[in-house]
Nanobody
Framework: QLQLVESGGGLVQPGGSLRLSCAASSFTLDYYDIGWFRQAPGKGREGVACISKSGDTTGYADSVRGRFTTSRDNAKKEVYLDMSSLKPEDTAVYYC????????????????????WGQGTQVTVSS
């Protein structure tokens, strides 16, 4: 069973940056497409970024495009979400998710595409 563990969350001022990491327990991560999601209090889970197995294809929600970047190091079994120019509205619990078969890049921000989920890490953007 694949296990995912997010880390790197915390409190940051508006305009600041954070790097989230998603570490995988599986003997190999390159069988999995990865998605990053967030959930703010009282709201649904929103897809923010995704990355293909090899890392050659990424996708972003309009709300974060140009500010967030996802990457992966399959040798280290880690995926990253670099967040910059953070805004108070980015405050949420952030999750990584993995699945061996995400149907296409056009649906990679859909939470229903993913089977394995981490426990989440809190990101708070506030002055």
């Amino acid at each position: 069973q694949l296990q995912l563990v997010e880390s790197g969350g915390g409190l940051v001022q508006p305009g600041g940056s954070l790097r989230l990491s998603c570490a995988a327990s599986s003997f190999t991560l390159d069988y999995y497409d990865i998605g990053w999601f967030r959930q703010a209090p009282g709201k649904g889970r929103e897809g923010v970024a995704c990355i293909s197995k090899s890392g050659d294809t990424t996708g972003y929600a309009d709300s974060v495009r140009g500010r967030f970047t996802t990457s992966r190091d399959n040798a280290k079994k880690e995926v990253y979400l670099d967040m910059s120019s953070l805004k108070p509205e980015d405050t949420a619990v952030y999750y990584c998710a993995a699945d061996p078969v995400v149907r296409s890049s056009s649906v990679c921000l859909d939470k229903d595409e993913y089977y394995h989920w981490g426990q989440g890490t809190q990101v708070t953007v506030s002055s």
